[in-house]
């Protein structure tokens, strides 16, 4: 099984975008079982439809995906209830905090009341890492060691900087914090990714594209040519998204 | 840059967007955008797919692929232009 753990749905402000036709559509071509849809930001700014689309795909294919609830910290109380409403009634598997295009530090004091609602629900966190100034590394690791009894998961490898210098933070965070992933989209150094799996855990990269930012094909070739073993290949394609997700196995 | 400059060149390796290869070989022309792995870092078998991914017809990957670096490296040997 294979469950792409970060796709985009939605037509973008800064450009991109694609409809669930065309999601579904390269998944069947590619053979890819499920995919976890996160929300664009939309030319109007406003998440809340985004988060209804999300949901409404989520419910025509409730076999192939699932969804996660996407909020602006500043937008306060409003934001707090939309995340509530996201879990409740839209049915979202977890939240989707972007500091890069919501432009806020990743650990911002704004982002408390999200998570404390967030950790009530029993939901992961996907957090969109590496972007300098909001998203590094340490500002992921003081968010998650502040809430160790959330589930985080840190896109992009938790770097996307191909200096090189956050991958030893990003390693380091992992070692630190239990309850952080990474994925493996844009990830800078395959090896990477390889050294993590088989020196930190094997528990700690799930496959995610974020398509369509990243290519969804070439992305899969990340995993499919990595040497890892089968068993460890099965973990970062479909079981640690399953288990971080809480998504159930079934087909059909 | 390399629209403005002809005397720089793009190579392919460690970018994750095999459309930005396409993208290149569009504006400033396959003769400048050399294929590269930056390995062992990255794996060899990934950064050449990812070339095949980006959709260039058959003449302008084979550029890509050896064409372009080995005009650079003929014109640079002892005995090319570049002597």
């Known amino acids: 099984m294979i469950v792409d753990a970060h796709v985009f749905l939605g037509s973008c402000l800064f450009g991109y975008g694609q409809s669930l036709d065309e999601i579904l559509s390269r998944m069947d071509r590619l053979g890819i079982d499920k995919a976890v849809l996160a929300p664009v930001k939309p030319q109007d700014y406003h998440l809340g439809p985004m988060n209804d689309l999300v949901a409404e795909c989520v419910a025509r294919r409730p076999t192939r995906f699932m969804g996660l609830c996407r909020v602006d910290p500043w937008q306060g109380r409003a934001a707090v209830a939309e995340v509530s409403r996201g879990f409740e009634e839209l049915g979202h598997c977890g939240l989707y905090l972007d500091p890069w295009e919501e432009n806020f530090q990743a650990n911002d004091d704004i982002v408390v009341p999200l998570l404390e609602e967030t950790r009530r629900r029993g939901r992961p966190v996907v957090v969109n890492a590496g972007h300098v100034r909001v998203s590094h590394p340490t500002q992921i690791w003081d968010l998650a060691r502040r809430f160790p009894d959330i589930s985080f998961v840190a896109c992009n490898g938790g770097q996307i900087n191909i200096c090189g210098m956050l991958l030893s933070e990003t390693r380091r965070m992992l070692e630190a914090c239990p309850n952080v992933c990474i994925e493996t989209a844009g990830t800078y150094r395959e090896d990477f990714l390889e050294e993590i799996i088989t020196e930190v855990g094997e528990g700690r990269v799930l496959f995610a594209s974020r398509s369509p930012v990243y290519d969804q094909e070439f992305e899969m070739a990340r995993v499919r040519l990595a040497h890892l073993t089968e068993s460890q290949k099965a973990q970062v394609w479909s079981a640690n998204a399953l288990s971080v997700f809480d998504i159930s196995t079934g087909t059909g | ?83």
């Open chain 2, 1 to 83: 840059v390399a629209e403005r400059y002809p005397n720089i060149v793009l190579d392919t390796s460690a970018i994750p967007y095999p459309r930005a290869i396409k993208e290149a070989v569009e504006r400033i022309g396959s003769t400048r955008v050399l294929y590269a792995s930056d390995g062992p870092g990255c794996d060899p078998r990934i950064e050449v797919h990812k070339v095949r991914l980006a959709g260039l017809t058959a003449q302008d990957e084979d550029a890509v692929f050896h064409r372009s670096i080995q005009a650079i490296l003929d014109r640079v040997s002892v005995g090319g232009d570049g002597r």
